[in-house]
């Protein structure tokens, strides 16, 4: 249950294109889901987040699209960049700031020319 | 956004010594930090629970007595890999979150090698 699936495992998009990556989880009492970008040799950097009372938030060219009801998230990247080419984790957490993220598994998104 | 700084970057050890990693909250105070290990291409695995003053709380399976965590102030926790061996050899991660906000900010990482 403290689960956070993630898809996909590895995504290639052209410059320009949308890059969309899927998070779904089971816990019912997640309630902060953020978005974390990794370039290789680096830590984890937040990207976006969102709370379940809103179905959409958008920060430039980085959307977040929640459906609570069906207890996915996802992640939209807008006219992708090369430099976009990173690994994306989503994750969520209960209530509480001294909670545990659960990560998901990470997407490997590559943005060619 | 705040930052947390971690040091060192890179670090190589013989097998048997023992290597500390510390983790800063530059521009604010961290009640609680978390320790992470990260394999090539896999998430992040949390290993511990730091909170200032207090024990560190580990997860499931990760050795107390081998990772010894140290929180003693609001700005900095130190991640101690005792008698490293190999298998210890990973991307060490810490983070922290800004007192009263769930939001987590994350250190750049240790990668360890122990030959």
């Known amino acids: 249950q403290q689960q956070v699936k993630q898809s996909p495992q590895s995504l290639i998009v052209q410059k320009g294109g949308i890059s969309i990556i899927n998070c779904a989880y089971e816990?019912?009492?997640?309630?902060?889901f953020p978005w974390y970008q990794q370039f290789p040799g680096k830590g984890p950097a937040l990207l976006i987040a969102?709370?379940?009372?809103?179905s959409e938030k958008k920060e430039g060219r980085f959307t977040i699209s929640f459906n609570k009801s069906a207890k996915q998230f996802s992640l939209h990247i807008m006219d992708s960049q090369p430099g976009d080419s990173a690994t994306y984790f989503c994750?969520?957490?209960?209530?509480?700031?001294?909670?545990?993220?659960?990560f998901g598994t990470g997407t490997r998104l590559q943005v060619t020319l | 956004g705040a930052v947390v700084s971690q040091h060192p970057s890179r670090v190589i050890c013989k097998s048997g010594t023992s290597v500390k990693i510390e983790c800063r909250s530059l521009?604010?105070?961290?009640?609680?930090m978390f320790w992470y290990r990260q394999f090539p291409k896999q998430s992040l695995m949390l290993m511990a629970t730091?909170?200032?003053?207090?024990?560190?709380?580990?997860e499931q399976g990760v050795e107390k007595d081998k990772f010894l965590i140290n929180h003693a102030s609001l700005t900095l926790s130190t991640l101690t890999v005792t008698s490293a061996h190999p298998e210890d050899s990973s991307f060490y991660i810490c983070?922290?979150?800004?007192?009263?906000?769930?939001?987590?900010?994350f250190g750049s990482g240790t990668q360890l090698s122990v030959l």
């Open positions: 994750a969520a957490n209960p209530s509480g700031t001294a909670s545990k993220l659960t």
């Open positions: 983070s922290a979150r800004v007192a009263g906000n769930e939001k987590l900010f």
């Open positions: 969102i709370r379940p009372d809103v």
């Open positions: 730091s909170n200032e003053g207090s024990k560190a709380t580990y």
């Open positions: 816990n019912t009492a997640f309630d902060y």
């Open positions: 521009d604010f105070q961290a009640t609680t």
